[in-house]
């Protein structure tokens, strides 16, 4: 389905001055390396240690379709504010999108019937073109994963929506390398012509007014993975209702390079204080602990189902239309002597397909007339 985008006054206007923040908005003594690194955070940060931290390792086929995971209903995704000045920032730790803090402007999305306000969108990145996304999907790393961090309307700002389980919305969209794709006309055209001028933490400079839309893949608000779980930096809040997209963006590899050439903050290094090099901004993997993750994509688990939509795998399957296997993914296969029909399901589903075609009676068809002709010859 395409895009939705709905323009309406809602209760609470989103005040764009929150916009020029991470997701955690803690810029303390923490980084991606040496001694305050990820490994090092639940020093300072002990929820960094829990049991609901993000990002996880995927994996697809494990994941749970559940009917209620409605589509993203986005509400001015696409709009370009003219009267904003649009803002690129390296705040020590990433890169920021970010509008002008006097401005009053309306954005976000609603899901599950709840609005979610936009609040900040920033990028991980790796040290080659192969790792840097934070989120793996079934084992495959991304080399980059942008996240578009909303807030819940209801706790009226993004400080205080961290003390709530559902009180943060983080979008994550995976980036594929593409090094055929034109870097001056893709998403990330005014991002990558501006990071020379924010290379250290601090630096900010003004960019083209850009939609959120252009960061997000097309018809893909209705095919995602959801999990409870945390920022993926200091606070590490786990207070995040997590939509990872099934769909990628584009990324090349020059546009790759340029994140990397990015400087953070001050750290001590030998006897000399030294800017962090951002050549990775990515937090390793954490433990599921047991929780569940769900997808909105009919048929693509083969683990447990909390639809009773799903058939069992015990019932039988008749296709009717071979253009039926657009509905599924392509990799799927199940059990047929008809190779024709063998996208159209899941392997793990083991669906056995029957047929009506009148091409099975045709030995039986012909014994009976054999057998009629020898009885009328004889007779």
């Not at 909303?150 to 969209?173: C, E, K, M, R």
């Not at 012909?366 to 009328?376: E, K, N, P, T």
Request: hydrophobic fraction near 35%; charge should be negative.
């Amino acid at each position: 389905m395409n895009h939705r985008i709905i323009f309406a006054i809602v209760g609470c206007q989103l005040a764009i001055a929150v916009l020029g923040n991470d997701e955690s908005a803690h810029h303390g003594e923490w980084s991606y390396d040496s001694d305050t690194g990820p490994m090092y955070w639940y020093y300072d940060h002990p929820n960094c240690n829990g049991t609901r931290q993000s990002p996880i390792n995927i994996i697809e086929n494990q994941t749970i379709y559940n009917e209620s995971l409605t589509s993203l209903l986005l509400f001015n995704y696409s709009t370009v504010f003219n009267n904003t000045n649009y803002y690129l920032t390296n705040n020590g730790h990433t890169i920021i999108l970010g509008m002008d803090s006097n401005s009053s402007i309306t954005v976000g999305l609603f899901w599950k019937g709840k609005q979610y306000n936009y609040y900040g969108l920033h990028f991980h990145w790796g040290e080659n073109d192969t790792f840097g996304s934070e989120h793996l999907l079934s084992n495959k790393h991304f080399p980059l994963e942008v996240h578009i961090v909303h807030y819940l309307n209801d706790y009226g700002n993004f400080s205080n929506s961290l003390n709530y389980a559902d009180g943060v919305l983080v979008w994550g969209i995976l980036y594929q390398l593409d090094n055929s794709i034109d870097v001056n006309n893709n998403s990330l055209k005014d991002v990558f012509n501006n990071i020379q001028n924010v290379i250290n933490a601090g630096n900010k400079t003004n960019i083209v007014p850009v939609p959120l839309s252009s960061f997000v893949p097309q018809n893909s608000s209705d095919s995602y993975y959801h999990y409870a779980g945390s920022l993926t930096t200091p606070e590490c809040s786990e207070s995040v209702m997590w939509i990872v997209n099934q769909k990628f963006m584009k990324v090349s590899s020059i546009q790759l390079q340029a994140f990397r050439l990015l400087k953070g903050h001050l750290h001590n290094v030998s006897d000399s204080v030294e800017p962090e090099v951002l050549t990775e901004n990515d937090r390793p993997i954490q433990p599921l602990n047991g929780r569940k993750v769900y997808t909105s994509i009919p048929f693509l688990n083969s683990s447990d189902s909390s639809s009773s939509s799903l058939l069992p795998a015990t019932a039988s399957f008749t296709p009717t239309d071979s253009s039926s296997s657009s509905l599924l993914p392509a990799s799927s296969s199940f059990t047929s002597t008809n190779s024709s029909s063998s996208s159209l399901l899941p392997a793990s589903s083991f669906f056995t397909p029957t047929y009506s075609s009148s091409s099975s009676l045709l030995p039986a068809t012909a014994l009976y007339i054999i057998f009629s002709f020898i009885s009328l010859v004889f007779l």
